[in-house]
């Protein structure tokens, strides 16, 4: 949730070789060698046809409704289903069961459903294709199964099937069949303990569908419409958006992978209206894994809702300083007992642990810096004043980003009495607020400057907290059916049990 300029230059850089050697190793593999045109391995194909009226515009629209409900039932779903692995699926052995039941489920659906739907159709070919994959199976001769024909085609190759097939290759029932189980299976599947994606998955989906109501429109009323393929292309748009909940972004994909711009229109206006509802519902899928997964992610912009919040509601306490000069044994047995990455320094630590405030501020010590401090044994005997060993500049600089665990140092027993002067490695001039700093001020200087940990001081500097992005993260916004505020959020454990801290913030009604 931190973006800076140099990682814009490095993803740009990336993409630049990694587009350079992908069409070098295309153009290889079809055999001609320097031919850096190809398109990439994103493609769906060119649209022979790409008129459309603009009456479908509404159509497209409703399209847009239809894929944000279904993306908001896809994504409750999941994540219901992600909880319940959570609670009770700790085991490997679950987890492969699991992985071969849903195999096992898919497969099944997917025979018995060829088997019953009883869908032959004769076999039609467009000029200039030979991708097209039609499989007969129990069907007579120069007929195929078109339910058949989706299942058993590789995903990309499915995709391309419908969106640039004659209109009567796929029947309703076999597109309203094929949509309907790949639909519970892709909500079944994404979580497995598998190498899985979405994009594909949904992608197909929505395509099924989206064809679907092609094909119904050219059927039942007399207006004319455009191809089915088309429809199955704002289809796949559409279940996209609503279960992503992206805009910008999946309308450059979907634009390059199809090669036309006639198309941006209606796909914007299908992902705002997906989006617009499945916001209605609960967030993105991406979103809620995040949110699941405890993954400190902060939002563009502070709740709306926030404003009643302070520093001071919402710091860690109490917290765990160091003095100027402390002992070996307290540093290493704070590093064994916290995981703290931060820790101030301060001029007196109190011995009450009610304190309100843990003495004057002075300055801020890593974690990392003391890792480092301990391997150097940069401390001194304090009868002697003799050093046991030297650090420099470089030492820090070598060992980034791989530091050892304080586990893994081995300190001499003699050596727990020596004394480390901080003074010398602390970050003197840290970012520090006020405990009446304002949540969303807090947030922002987080947001714009990648903070990890602050120190939260009272009016005469005294350390009273530390507020890290954790804190922040679970501060969230909710939007449920017309209403919204913030709440803290109560972030699921290793056992699948929610905190009971949950707490409700604010709350408002959207008419408000």
């Known amino acids: 949730s931190f973006w800076n300029q140099s990682l814009t230059w490095r993803i740009f850089f990336s993409s630049l070789v990694s587009s350079f050697f992908l069409n070098t190793i295309l153009s290889t593999y079809k055999g001609s060698p320097g031919d850096l045109s190809n398109p990439g391995l994103a493609n769906f194909g060119l649209f022979e046809i790409s008129n459309y009226e603009w009456y479908e515009l509404i159509i497209f629209i409703m399209m847009g409704a239809l894929g944000g409900l279904l993306g908001a039932g896809f994504n409750e779903i999941n994540i219901k289903l992600s909880l319940f692995r959570i609670r009770h699926m700790k085991y490997r052995i679950l987890k492969v069961i699991e992985v071969i039941l849903v195999a096992f489920t898919t497969t099944a659906i997917g025979f018995c459903a060829m088997y019953f739907v009883e869908d032959c159709t004769y076999a039609q070919v467009k ?21 058949a024909t989706l299942f058993l085609q590789s995903p990309e190759s ?15 029932k076999s597109l309203l069949t094929f ?20 994009f594909m998955p949904s992608l197909l989906t929505g395509a099924a569908y989206g064809r679907l109501v092609g094909v119904l429109l050219h059927y039942v009323t007399p207006m004319t419409f455009s191809e089915p393929g088309i429809y199955a292309l704002i289809g796949a748009a559409s279940f996209l958006g609503g279960v992503t909940r992206m805009t910008i972004s999946l309308t450059v994909i979907i634009m390059e992978a199809t090669r036309n711009i006639t198309f941006g229109l209606p796909i914007m206006m299908t992902l705002v209206t997906a989006r617009f509802v499945g916001n209605y519902f609960n967030e993105g899928l991406y979103d809620e894994h995040i949110n699941l997964k405890q993954v400190p992610m902060l939002p563009w912009d502070p709740p709306v809702k926030s404003f009643r919040l302070t520093a ?25 007992r916290t995981s703290h990455n931060g820790f101030p320094v301060v001029t007196q630590v109190p011995v009450d642990p009610d304190a309100k405030h ?14 480092l401090l301990l391997i150097k044994r940069a401390y001194f005997n304090d009868s002697t004043m003799e050093q046991c060993g030297d650090i420099a500049v470089n030492d820090f600089r070598d060992m980034y980003p791989r530091y050892p665990e304080i586990e893994d140092i081995d300190i001499p027993q003699e050596h727990m009495k020596m004394k480390i002067d901080l003074r010398q490695f602390i970050n003197l001039s840290p970012y520090t607020c006020n405990e009446t700093v304002s949540f969303a001020r807090l947030f922002n200087l987080f947001r714009s400057m990648g903070l990890r940990h602050l120190v939260i001081v009272n009016e005469n500097n005294k350390a009273v907290g530390m507020v890290t992005r954790k804190d922040l993260a679970k501060f969230r916004k909710w939007r449920k059916q017309g209403s919204s505020g913030v709440q803290q959020l109560g972030l699921v454990s290793e056992d699948g049990n929610q905190d009971d801290d949950e707490t409700e913030c604010c709350h408002s009604h959207a008419s408000s």
């Open 127 to 147: 000029d200039n294709t030979t991708e097209l994959y039609n499989l007969q199976m129990q069907c007579d001769s120069g007929q195929y199964n078109s339910l």
């Open 158 to 172: 499915t995709v391309k099937d419908l969106l640039h097939s004659p209109i009567d290759k796929f029947s309703w």
């Open 179 to 198: 949509s309907v189980i790949y639909y519970f299976m892709s909500v079944w599947t994404y979580g497995l303990a598998v190498a899985s994606g979405l």
């Open 312 to 336: 001071g509601n919402i710091k860690s306490t109490p917290v765990k300083c160091f003095k100027a000069i402390e002992t070996v044994e307290v540093v290493v047995q704070m590093l064994k």
């Open 358 to 371: 843990f003495g004057q501020f002075m300055g801020l010590i890593t974690r990392e810096q003391l890792i």
